[in-house]
């Protein structure tokens, strides 16, 4: 396999990484994008999965002939950057994508610079510091927006801005020095001290903190030693404030109790009980907003800090400045560039110190992309600061035009109960949909004069524009099996396989399809006539539309018109995989072994599908300078 001469020739290549590859959704949409002067070069991908790394050479070293590296390490690994700098050399990066799971994000914590080390949101965000492409792509779930009343969104919006272009750092503390002359010097300092934290990380910023807390303490003893001897050793507000600046400075210390509070919890699965709702309640109190929030009521209680008005109110300030983001600790000094007649410059610096602007999350629907699949994603698109934005992925199909299920899949409608079957052969035509066959460009765009159908196109590969692709497609099921050449299983067609029903699975899914939907009513019949199932949720595909959110699990969809589960290749046809990708390992697993394999159904419905990665990819390489 090679790439063809007449296409990379006058095109430039734009590097890029795939992180989280999975089986390579992203991976697959970007090698399809192309404009006339750019292409997408596949340089490396990572996954801690070995499934998604034995389809990842398959395909891409094996089929295609790229020499795209592979990690398979769990980026939270101390060794994972190492290893990463390693494959890609001396290689500039263009571009990262991936979806790290934003779960573990926690709000509270993130002013603080330590690693969650459970946190892969966090040390995905720690590869794009390292790399600095000139633009990456976050992807998740919609969710995420409305999470926290929209709080968690603007939080990972705050981290990314966290990202820093150290090169405009000098003229930063220069400037600050400058405006902040006239600013006593102990609060001076603590303000100097609390940008450097902010503009730090690891060791540095641990010793830029101790420092602080020193200030914060060293201010608490200008104001205590104006008090009277009793109330300052003693009183119970002044103990409050100075055991909580203990409190606030011991961050590790509180992080892992906390952490270890947690793992309690769900070990002793507390829930909905007095004891989640205690220990919930004491988490809370480990938090820096609480601490502060503590320090800062004993304040308003001592009547003995009445009078020492302008010694308190600096202490509150350095109090309040722990709490704040770069940008909120940048923005509260504007009163001091007032001063100076200042404000633009401030302004302008707070915006230059960021190395990446990110505009407000993008919502993608995958049907607008030429997917029969109504997939909803929200983006997070990066664009280094010598880069243009990117707010919005213009569909390429239109609502009327979107591609339905009977287009992607019913050509593969000759297989039947139990079977596997590895050629193409006629299969069953339903006149009342055939209508809905249109001619499509590769991207799924409607095309009149020529073009051919969406499960042509799937037939005959994407990629042909870019690759010779010879040979049939293959499937191993191991590194081993890879490796030796004759070994390997070829066949026109791989995935496509499906599971052996008893006989009153068949009966219970007829009925269901019958019903058109998994209704109490349908839930009635299936109980009084023997079939019913504890499982949650079934849905019958229509034919006529697009199938919903695919995921990892087969028996959740129902097949329209034959009546049972779909194979891998209807799930991957799903999410506009073409049939030459083939998914390797193990089609299916269960029990404890889901928490250690990633087999066929789990790689297709956690992937990003194709066509969308593909839009994505253009209105990058559009922009790219």
């Known amino acids: 396999m090679a790439e063809k001469v007449d296409f990379t020739g006058g095109r430039r290549p734009i590097t890029f990484v795939d992180l989280f590859a999975g089986a390579g959704g992203f991976s697959e949409g970007f090698l399809q994008s192309y404009t006339v002067d750019k292409y997408f070069d596949f340089i490396l991908a990572s996954d801690i999965s070995p499934t998604c790394e034995l389809t990842h050479k398959a395909r891409y070293n094996e089929q295609l002939g790229l020499a795209t590296a592979f990690i398979k390490e769990d980026i939270m690994n101390d060794k994972f950057l190492e290893k990463l700098r ?107 001290l609390k940008i450097q934290m902010e503009l730090e990380e690891g060791k540095e910023y641990s010793s830029l903190e101790k420092q602080y807390f020193a200030v914060l303490e060293e201010q608490f003893k200008i ?135 990110v505009d407000n999350p993008i919502v993608v629907n995958s049907a607008d992309y030429g997917v029969p699949q109504t997939r909803e994603r929200v983006l997070f698109i990066g664009a280094r600061k010598d880069q243009r934005q990117i707010t919005s992925i213009p569909a390429t199909v239109s609502h009327e035009n979107r591609v339905t299920i009977y287009e992607a899949i019913s050509d593969l409608d000759f297989i039947g109960n139990g079977e596997e079957i590895n050629t193409y052969r006629p299969y069953h035509r339903i006149q009342d949909f055939e209508p809905l066959i249109v001619n499509r460009t590769a991207d799924s765009r409607p095309e009149e004069n020529g073009g051919q159908s969406y499960a042509e196109w799937s037939k005959e590969g994407r ?57 109490p009513e349908c839930k009635a019949y299936l109980e009084d006539n023997g079939l019913f199932s504890n499982k949650r949720n079934y849905t019958v595909l229509n034919p006529a539309g697009q199938s919903p959110t695919v995921v990892t699990l087969p028996d959740d969809f129902i097949h329209y018109a034959s009546h049972r589960a779909l194979t891998v290749r209807e799930m991957a046809r799903l999410q506009s995989f073409d049939d030459s990708f083939v998914f390797q390992g193990k089609r299916t697993t269960g029990g404890e072994m889901r928490k250690f394999e990633t087999p066929q159904y789990t790689m297709v419905g956690n992937a990003v599908p194709p066509l969308m990665a593909r839009a994505i990819g253009n209105v990058i390489l559009e922009n790219i300078d």
């Open 86 to 192: 390693a494959k890609i050399g001396d290689r500039e990066v263009d571009v990262v994508t991936g979806g790290p799971s934003c779960q573990s994000f926690s709000l509270s914590g993130r002013r603080r610079k330590n690693d969650k080390r459970d946190n892969l949101f966090l040390h995905y965000i720690k590869v794009i510091k390292a790399l600095k492409p000139k633009y990456f792509v976050m992807e998740n779930v919609t969710g995420l927006l409305t999470k926290d009343q929209g709080r968690f969104k603007d939080a990972v919006k705050e981290e990314i801005r966290s990202i820093i272009d150290v090169s405009v750092i000098p003229e930063l503390m220069d400037f600050l020095d400058t405006i902040l002359s006239n600013v006593p010097a102990l609060l001076k300092k603590g303000i100097m």
């Open 463 to 519: 990629l042909q524009h870019r690759f010779e692709i010879k040979g049939q497609p293959f499937f191993v099921k191991d590194e081993d099996e890879l490796k030796h050449k004759r070994k390997r299983h070829l066949a026109d067609l791989q995935n496509h396989k499906t599971s052996r029903h008893s006989e009153i699975v068949q009966q219970r899914l007829a009925a269901i399809a019958r019903f058109g939907a998994y209704t």
């Open 223 to 357: 104001i205590t030693k104006q008090l009277d001897f009793k109330t300052s050793k003693s009183g119970r507000n002044i103990n409050t404030i100075r055991h909580g600046l203990r409190l606030l400075s011991h961050s590790l210390s509180r992080e892992k109790l906390r952490y270890a509070i947690i793992q309690e919890k769900t070990a002793s699965d507390l829930d909905n009980d007095t004891f989640a709702y205690r220990m919930n309640k004491f988490i809370d109190s480990l938090q820096d907003e609480a601490i502060i929030k503590e320090i800062k009521e004993a304040i308003e209680k001592e009547e003995g800090l009445k009078d020492l008005q302008e010694d308190v109110k600096d202490f509150q300030e350095l109090l309040d400045l722990y709490l704040a983001t770069l940008d909120e600790a940048l923005h509260a000094l504007e009163q001091y560039a007032t001063f100076f007649k200042s404000v633009d410059m401030l302004n302008r610096l707070i915006e230059d110190i960021h190395l990446y602007r």
